[in-house]
Structure formats: C-alpha cells, structure tokens
C-alpha cells in the first residue's frame, strides 16, 4: 500500500539569522506499509515522522519545498510525479491543529468538503456523512459553526470529514496534541473503528498510551532513520520503564496523582469567594476557597469546561468584573493590580510575543520601578538564566517552539511577579522537551517562584507537581 | 462574531441567496429614494416589514423585535416629529434621523442576510451565477477568516492586557500599541493559513475538476415571489415615479 525506498527529504528554509539552509527531514529511509495495517511513528521532534506522513500525502514534496531522492510509491501512484490532488481520492489527512484544518465555518459543509472536490454526486455525499456521523455518534455534532466546537469535537470532526470519501489510508499528524483525557479516549474509539473497517492508518504521535492497543506495529525514528520496529504484541507487554528507555513517552496511561490536602499556611496564595460568568454562556467558576501554596508548584487539572481557563484568566486581572478576593504575601490583590501578582505564559506563545528581537521583548516586561539604566542589565541577566543570551538580538518569531516558549518565560520572570502561571505548557512535546519544561518549571521554583500549571498531561503531573489541585463541573 | 453561518444551529434558510442579494440592492433603493406620501410611503412600509418578517422566520425574536421598534420609532419621527417642530430642535431632528432611518433597513437586511447563509450556499450560489473560481474561491476564504482574525486578535489582546501597565508608560503610544496587536496577528494568521491551505490541497482543493455541492440552493416558489415584488418596486422607482 505505502513504500518508501531508500528515501531521504532535505527541506529548504532559512535559520534564525536568516542564512539559507537545509534541514534533513528523513534520510535514507526504507519502509512498507501493508493494507489494512496500523503503524505507529514514533520519536523525538524533528525525528522525521512529520516528513513521512507529508510523503504519504504528497505535501512533500509538492507543498513544503525540498530535495527528494528514492522512491514513494502510495497506492500504486508514484507521490514524485503526482499531484497532491491525484493522491486526495486515496489518503485522508488529520493534521495537529485544530484551529488550521477546517475550510468551511460549519461542520456539515466540512463533511462534504473533500468529497465535493472529488466531484461525488450530492446524493452519495448526503448518504455517506449520514452514515459516517452514525459511525461515529455525532449526530449532534452536524450543522453546528465550527467555531463553537471544543477541541475534542474538531479533532472528531477532522476525523469524519476524511471518513466521509472513504479513502483506503489515513495519516494522522500528532492528532492528540490539543486534546484533554476525554478527548483522546474519542479519537481511539474512531481509530479503533477504522481499523475494524480495514483502513490503512499511519499515525505519527508522541502520546503513545491510546494507540499501544491499535497497533500492529510502532516504528521508532531517530535523525531520519529507522532506529527500531516493535511489533503490536511486543509493544503491549512492554512496561513505561523501556519506553522512557527509548526517549518515548509512557506506552500505558498514567493515572493522576490523588489531590492532596492542602497545609495551612499563613503566606499562601488564598482565593476566596471567586466568582465569575461569561455573558451569554454558562461557562464560568464559582470557588468558595481555594488554597495555593507559596513557593512550590501546583498542577490544576480537570476537564475541558471545568473551568481552568476562566480560573487563569481571572486570577491574572483579565476578568475584572470577577467577584471574591485574592490574598497572597499577606496583602490582597484587587482585579485591577492582579497584572503584578501573576503572569501567564499561554498555550500559543506566539500571542505574547510582540516586538523584533528577543532582548526588546523582555526589555518590554520590565517593571517601571527599575530606574532607566539598569533596564537593560536586568534584562540580560533573566536572558542568560533562561539560556537565552546568544538569541538576544533575533527576531521571535524565528525561533523555535520550545525558545519563543523560554522568551515569554523570559518576560514573566522579569516583571518580578511572585506568581507564574502556564497554561498548557507541554502540549504536543515528545519525552526529551517535557523533561526540559518539566526542569524548567522546577528552576523557577527553586527560585522562589510559585508557580501553577494548567494541564492535561499526566506525565508533567507525577514529574513535577508539589500539590495537584482538581477542578470539575461540580467544585467550580 | 456569527457571520457566514447558521447563527440559529440546526436552522436552514428558506431563501436563496440570489433573492437575498437581488432584495438587499432593491431595498436600499426604495428606502433611500422615496418619501412619505401616497404610494411611496406603502412601498416603504413593505420593504421596512421585509427584515422584520424574515428575522422571525429564523427564529431571532429579539432582533426582530429591537429592529421593529427602532423601525416604528423612526416613522413616528420622520412622519410626525419633523413636520410638527421648528428651529435647532427640528434640524437636530432631521441631522440625526434622517441619515439613520436611510440606512437602518438596508442594515438590518444585511445582517440577516449575513447571519441566514452559510459560506458553502454563498459560493454555490455565485457559480449559479457564473462568477469564476478566481472569484470566489478567495471571497469564501476571506469569510472563513473572520471569525478566525476574531479569535486571534482576541487571544493577542488579552496577552497585551497581561503587560497592559507597561505598555502605557514608556513604551506606550498609538503607534506602538498597533505594531503590538498588528504584528503577532499577522504571524498567528500567516501560519494558520499555510497550514489551511495545506489541509485544504490533501483534500483535494485543487484536483481541478468542477467541484459538485451539496447544499440546496434553487429558487423556489417563495423566491420568485420575492424576485417579482422586487421587479415590480424596481420598475416603480426607475419607470412610473
């Protein structure tokens, strides 16, 4: 169904400093994929999964430009000589980003997009989105704007709308990155489905639990090349302990620590009475009391819509129509000088990162109070203690994920606010970039920072939590 | 932002969006080109109703009925306040109403317009009409971005909050505040759409075939109604006034 000979990508973009250069996606690499078969691809960022599912789907080497040598043949076509196009009736794409995959506005019209392309006759696409919606229990999901939807629903959606021209292979690109436990527990059962139905699946992940149970084999990939190839059942009875041996994340899922009781202190972070709605939806938190301690760090987990977000957003002065107080270091905090207190560091950091070079950027966060001349010094030294120092005079936005995520650390740090705050900060990392964010975040502490993470991943969790606090429907 | 999308979910439109473009030019025409008196004033009266109706069919109640009142409130000024009044308070009248009362219905056809059609219907419907793919490939894109600019320039704005005290001292002013929002939502837009085009082209955008549709789009025995109404208050205002 799928094979690669010999194949090896290099793309063509530009570094940091702006030099043309070449970066390997897959090199000399030589695999087959049977039909009907579910193969796994796995390794570090930049190990080249990413590059053999775009193979699979023609984007390379027709949409990301590159240097091609070997053969891909996919179905029977050779991917050099045909078009993306050619290939659309057979291979059916999930990408990561649930923001960037939908071409209409409505979920229905998405349903239909690919096979309106492929010219199907409106009667047969009618009946196939009935059918697929069937399959996969979304019948309340249909005509619904796109925009309303959570993550786990457009990640379901993604999944129908290539379902519906029932193409023989799916590749799916790191699929679960946006998604909460509920959320992949849904995108297993849809791969699961397909695979009872025969599809070809190939997916290229780093959260490796969910698919330990679909697949028949998973392919270990280290600088473009095959490194390992462990067959379904070698990988069911393999235990955490070798996948992080590998550099991969945990094969079986790990359960979240239990909530343990908050001590009393005097100086912790106290929130009272915290209570605030969003018009027009019922999305909001009431928190009778809530008890963060100072200097340590403090997961909050729960599922989508508990109420995580709209904590973060009222906890940093965001929402300043938010009732209750906020105590911390034996003062109270008002709405309106929250902006002192905590710092966030979003999910997309790109949102935060405002000016031209990496130095202005910190330089921008710096505290009026710090008197003109020393602006600059402090600035460079928070830029040296997050390793920082040698991009100070790039822009931001060339640089990596995990270095603009370090910048806009870099800007919290040195407001010199006493809380941090993360939102998601590992979501779609492999195992290596966790532990680097999971050190990170220890760092900050260690530097008397009290720091809180908003996530799902329960990895991050047992690595580095002090206190795990729970929000759910019922408590917020 | 509900734009370009079923604003009551599970609703379909009764009307075909040609209708709704020919109703939106024939309204503006009539309610900016006639007066009060005779059969203007009828003509104005039904296309004024046109909205109202058509906000309660999808099911927007509070619109249609904020819309009436505003409407009612403008006749009863146009038609009674004006000619009963004299000096500033007439002129401050006429400066504001008249202006307003022109545009309001023209508005309120608009938004239902926006907020009664999906983009698939839209584009659908332009191929009825002949218009090519250049055209309307990038106009359905272009709808699919605003919510999108929406989301973003809302996240932007909220990390610009998160420094807001810094920004307002040195490092403040108009000019700056605009290359902080402008910047990272050209970027964040920039990305979202090469990875969009890239989901688009693996779904076979541009296979090159005509593409097939599956949403309903024919005229049917309301919109030749509608059509009719229309010709008739075109041939009205071109012809016999």
Redesign the interface.
């Known amino acids: 169904m799928i094979k690669l000979q010999n194949v090896s990508f290099h793309y063509k973009n530009t570094d940091a400093f702006g030099k043309l250069q070449k970066t390997r996606g897959i090199d000399d690499l030589t695999l087959t994929v049977e039909k009907g078969a579910f193969v796994v691809l796995a390794g570090d960022s930049g190990c080249g999964k990413t590059t053999v599912t775009r193979l699979i ?3 390379v080497p ?2 990301y430009d590159g240097e091609l040598s070997g053969t891909v043949s996919v179905c029977g076509l050779d991917v050099r000589s045909s ?7 057979h ?3 999930v ?1 990561q ?1 649930p ?8 979920t ?2 998405e349903l ?11 009667d047969e ?2 009946k196939n ?1 009935r059918r697929v919606a069937q399959e996969m229990h979304m019948d309340e999901l249909m ?6 939807l959570s993550g786990g629903e457009k990640q379901k959606v993604a999944c129908a ?2 379902a519906v021209s029932e193409p023989e292979i799916m590749v799916l690109d790191e699929p679960s990155s946006n998604l909460d436990a509920a959320g992949i527990e849904e995108l297993a059962r849809v791969l699961a489905l397909w695979k009872a139905k025969g599809k070809t699946v190939v997916v290229a992940e780093h959260r490796l639990y969910y698919l330990t149970g679909l697949a028949d084999r998973l392919l270990l990939l280290r600088d473009g090349k095959l490194v390992e190839e462990i067959p379904g059942e070698q990988l069911r009875s393999m235990d955490n302990a070798q996948a992080e041996a590998r550099g991969l994340r945990s094969f079986t899922p790990i359960a979240m620590p239990e909530p343990e009781a908050p001590s009393a202190e005097k100086d912790a972070l106290v929130c009272e009475g915290l209570d605030f709605h969003y018009k027009h939806s019922d999305k909001g938190i009431h928190i009778p009391y809530l008890h963060i301690p100072r200097g340590k760090i403090t997961a909050i987990v729960g599922k989508n819509g508990a109420g995580k977000s709209t904590f973060a ?1 009222v906890l ?1 002065g ?1 929402e300043k129509k938010a009732k209750g107080t906020v105590r911390f270091g034996g003062r109270e905090w008002k709405s309106k000088q929250r ?2 207190l905590c ?2 560091i ?1 999910q ?1 950091v ?7 070079s990496v130095l202005e950027e910190v330089m ?5 109070t710090v008197p003109e001349g020393e602006r600059e010094a402090l600035a460079r030294q928070v830029l040296d203690q997050l390793d920082l120092l040698p991009l100070a005079d790039i822009h931001p ?1 060339a640089l990596s994920g995990g270095q603009k995520q370090r910048v806009a650390i870099a ?1 919290g740090v040195v ?1 010199g606010n006493p809380v941090l705050l993360f939102d998601e900060p590992t979501s779609g990392l492999d195992y290596k970039h966790m532990r680097q964010v999971a050190a990170l975040l220890r760092k900050l502490r260690d530097d008397g920072k009290t720091v809180l993470v908003i996530t799902h991943d329960t990895e991050l969790v047992r690595e580095i939590a002090d206190c795990v606090v729970v929000f759910s429907k019922e408590t917020t | 932002m ?1 734009f ?3 604003g009551n ?2 609703y379909k439109s009764v009307l075909d969006p040609r209708t709704k473009l020919l109703l939106l030019i024939v309204i503006n025409v009539v309610i900016i080109g006639t007066g009060f008196t005779g059969t203007d004033f009828l003509l104005r009266i039904v296309c004024a109703a046109i909205p109202l109706i058509l906000f309660l069919i999808i099911r927007r109640t509070r619109t249609a009925l904020l819309y009436g009142l505003v409407c009612l409130a403008m006749f009863f000024g146009e038609a009674v306040l004006i000619p009963h009044t004299r000096g500033v308070l007439n002129l401050l009248i006429v400066i504001t109403l008249g202006p307003f009362s022109r545009i309001l219905v023209g508005y309120a056809f608009a938004y239902y317009m926006m907020c009664s059609t ?3 219907e839209f584009v659908t419907a332009m191929k009825r009409m002949h218009v090519p793919d250049q055209i309307s490939i990038p106009l359905s ?1 272009m ?2 971005f605003f ?2 600019l929406a ?2 320039s809302r ?2 704005r ?10 307002r ?3 403040g002013g108009v000019m700056k505040q605009i ?2 929002e402008v ?2 939502l050209m ?2 837009t920039l ?2 759409g090469d ?21 309903h789009v024919k005229m049917e025995l309301w919109d030749w109604a509608l059509v009719l109404l229309s010709l008739g208050f075109l041939f009205y205002m071109l012809v016999l006034r």
């Open positions: 789907n023609g984007l027709h949409y078009g993306i196009g050619d290939l659309a009736p291979v059916g794409s990408f980003n923001r960037s995959q939908f071409f209409n506005v409505d229905t019209s239909a997009f690919a096979s309106e392309n492929l010219c199907t006759p409106p696409i009618r989105i005509d619904r704007s796109i925009f309303a709308s290539v957003r940093c965001l902006p002192d710092y966030m979003m997309d790109n949102h935060q990162l405002f000016t031209d921008l966060s710096v505290p009026e936005m800007g407001t | 509900q370009f999308q079923y979910e599970g999906t983009v698939s894109v709808f699919r919510p999108t989301e973003e996240a932007i909220d990390a610009m909050r998160l420094r807001g005290i810094r920004l001292g040195k490092n290359e902080y910047v990272p970027m964040s990305r979202i990875e969009l085009s890239a989901a688009s082209l693996t779904k076979g955008l541009n296979a090159g075939k005509p593409r097939t549709h599956i949403c």
